[in-house]
């Protein structure tokens, strides 16, 4: 199984950027679906966006299209979410999720909290 630890989370302003990292150990990092999933106060968690597992193939939830990228280094066995734009509704914990066949991994989370 694989490890996830994600990194990268703080107190940002509106309109600022921020980038989110999850390491992957403990197993194959490449063969795994790539996802970031976010749970805002007092609501369900939510994918935003998720990257195969060569990167050729991402999805975004509307929410966050054209703010947000998602990409992978396979060679550093990690991911990546470039956050542009920040908006007060974008605060949450994230989470980094790795999927290959029926497994499912999840990290700790990171913090994003957005000021106006």
């Known amino acids: 199984q694989v490890q996830l630890e994600e990194s990268g989370g703080g107190l940002v302003q509106a309109g600022d950027s921020l980038r989110l990292s999850c390491r992957g150990t403990?197993?194959?990092?490449?063969?795994?679906?790539m996802g970031w999933v976010r749970q805002p106060p007092g609501k369900e968690r939510e994918i935003i966006a998720a990257i195969s597992w060569n990167g050729e193939h991402a999805y975004y939830v509307g929410s966050v299209k054209g703010r947000f990228t998602i990409s992978r280094d396979n060679a550093k066995n990690t991911v990546y979410l470039q956050m542009n734009s920040l908006k007060l509704e974008d605060t949450a914990v994230y989470y980094c999720?790795?999927?290959?066949?029926?497994?499912?991994?999840w990290g700790q989370g990171t913090q994003v909290i957005v000021s106006s």
């Open positions: 999720n790795a999927a290959w066949r029926a497994f499912s991994y």
């Open positions: 403990g197993d194959t990092f490449s063969k795994y679906a």
